[in-house]
């Protein structure tokens, strides 16, 4: 290919090196330019253009592209046509994503000018979702190039999308002294929302005391109707081959394969099998929807893809995710995600300026201040994690909150307004989040089951639109916001919250009645004693 400057009367046929306007139009890059252009050029006064000519031995982009992406084998993926050079390739069913990586490599090595990207192996992927690119550089590539690519990828599959199949799971959770039954019951929500993914479900629930013999009796129980079972220590593992969950697998007739995984959070995983159906050792952090290595080994066995003790081991490059990003594809919009997250944001920061001296959010309900009653109750709904905003007295809160599993993030300028800690909570949150639920710290009416139904209605909806919880017609909270709106919270000022967002009519707003607790806060004393609350001087 020849690249580089030429008087216009010599132009026709070739391809325009950069996008020109000209003649009031605009011609592309890469457009091939023909008699008519070269007189547009002509009158515009242009004498030269800088250009590419395709020499004989050239294959043209998209041609180049096209062919490189044919020669790689993939399955339950779809490439689209080549457009600019560039072939996108995208998954054709919801799945686990795999990919060649030797192949991609020697591929990317033969020359510099063809480029194939792909997403990492083994993540999970939407239907539709890009996977793949392959992208020629230049206007073309030498044929010598491309058949050498085609060469080393014939008979090879370079990358698949393996469709999860549903499973019948079993469940095992132990159970010590002091471990609440709210506790057990948010596990099992959780684990049922981790398996709606591969379409699998729950088939049977024990709960046995922490002793390896209850233990080993309920693994053999749940096998023969089931074809994975899961178990849930209430103490977590502190010696891999004696500790109540490796020793029970192994009395129940099965072996432990591996104890301990190099994936954080996900360390304390325990791999075993029985019969040919693998039985699991969850990690104490599989108790909460956040991705964690326990996610990997389930999407790997649902896929049919199995995995190893070696598996295991390699897991560890990567295997630092106290989140797991969610970024945008180049050149393709992202699809709606298959099973939105929702994190909590809950706001306790403010100076309960209407209370005559008291800060309502210590205020008892049944003994139980009413900030740690909030977040217990956001904490046993369906969420993905909770961010919880102080401020005003932010000691007493904190010591309020001791024990709690949440984020704990100061907004040292909340004397400005609502708007500082609703920027201040958002900007904590996760970057795997969808949506982001807003609750308001004073609101006692409001429940866990009020919260799932918020949550429910917002994953119907494909994380797309805003959620309001509401009461005879009349908005109220909490209130859920989309991923589409966080950039739009930093523009809030002042005591401004996210009813400006909501109503400001850019985003489908879908109202669910909750009931009462949707309009009950408790600004004032009368309002607190109203609602059965007891001011702590």
């Known amino acids: 290919m020849k690249f580089g400057p030429v008087p216009v009367g010599q132009a026709e ?42 020499e004989a031995d050239d294959v043209e982009e998209n041609e180049a592209a096209t062919r490189i992406a044919a020669a790689l084998g993939f399955d339950g993926a779809v490439a689209k046509p080549a457009a600019t050079g560039r072939v996108n390739i995208f998954a054709g069913r919801e799945g686990l994503f795999t990919v060649d990586k030797a192949l991609i490599d020697a591929v990317n090595a033969v020359d510099p000018d063809a480029t194939v990207a792909t997403l990492a192996s083994h993540v999970h992927v939407a239907a539709d979702q890009m996977v793949a690119t392959v992208k020629i550089i230049p206007f073309a590539m030498r044929s010598e190039a491309v058949e050498a690519i085609v060469r080393l990828a014939a008979g090879r599959t370079a990358f698949a999308v393996h469709a999860f199949r549903p499973h019948r799971v079993g469940i095992v959770q132990t159970v010590l002294p002091g471990v609440k039954g709210s506790v057990l019951d948010k596990t099992t929500r959780v684990t049922e929302d981790r398996l709606l993914r591969s379409g699998s479900s729950i ?14 009796d309920a693994i053999d129980d749940l096998a023969g109707r089931s074809d994975m079972v899961l178990v849930f220590g209430a103490s977590a593992m502190s010696d891999p081959e004696d500790d109540v969950i490796p020793a029970a697998i192994r009395a129940s007739g099965g072996k432990v394969l591996r104890s301990g995984m190099p994936v954080d959070p996900g360390n304390l995983f325990v791999l075993g099998e029985r019969e040919g159906k693998p039985v699991l050792g969850a990690p104490g952090c599989a108790r909460s929807p956040r991705p964690n290595g326990f996610d990997w080994v389930l999407d790997r066995i649902f896929a049919g ?33 298959p099973h939105p997250q929702v ?6 920061a403010g100076r309960s300026s209407r209370m005559g001296g008291s800060n309502k959010l210590l205020a008892l309900f049944d003994g ?9 109750r956001v904490l046993a709904a369906r ?8 401020g005003y007295q932010r000691e007493l809160v904190e010591e309020a909150l001791q024990g709690l599993d949440l984020v704990l993030v100061h907004n040292p300028d909340f004397a400005e307004g609502l708007s500082t800690s609703l920027k201040a909570g958002i900007a904590a949150v996760p970057v795997s989040a969808d949506g982001v639920l807003v609750v308001l710290g004073d609101m006692p009416g409001v429940t866990s089951d009020d919260i799932d139904r918020l949550i429910g209605v ?30 739009a919270v930093a523009d809030l000022h002042g005591d401004t919250g996210a009813r400006h967002l909501v109503e400001a009519g850019d985003v489908d707003v879908i109202d669910v009645d909750i009931g009462p607790g949707a309009a009950v806060d408790v600004d004032t004393p009368e309002a607190l004693a109203n609602a059965g609350g007891v001011p702590r001087t």
């Open 13 to 54: 046929g070739t391809m325009l090196a950069h996008s020109i306007a000209v003649g009031g139009k605009r011609l592309r890059k890469a457009h091939v330019l023909t008699a008519e252009d070269v007189e547009t050029f002509r009158a515009a006064g242009i004498a030269e253009v800088i250009v590419a000519m395709l």
């Open 203 to 216: 088939s049977g629930e024990l709960r046995t005391p922490h002793e390896t013999g209850a233990v080993a």
């Open 305 to 337: 893809i199995g995995v190893t003790s070696g598996d295991i081991a390699a897991m560890g490059v990567g295997g630092l995710l106290m989140e797991i990003p969610s970024r945008p594809q180049p050149r393709e919009p992202m699809p709606a995600p």
């Open 343 to 348: 994190q909590a944001v809950l706001l306790a």
């Open 368 to 376: 139980e201040p009413l900030v740690r009653r909030t977040a217990a």
């Open 383 to 390: 969420t993905a994690g909770t961010v919880l905003v102080t």
């Open 458 to 487: 917002f994953r119907a909806s494909g994380g797309a639109s805003i959620v309001r919880a509401a009461y005879d017609g009349k908005r109220g909270n909490p209130v859920i916001l989309p991923r589409s709106l966080f950039a």
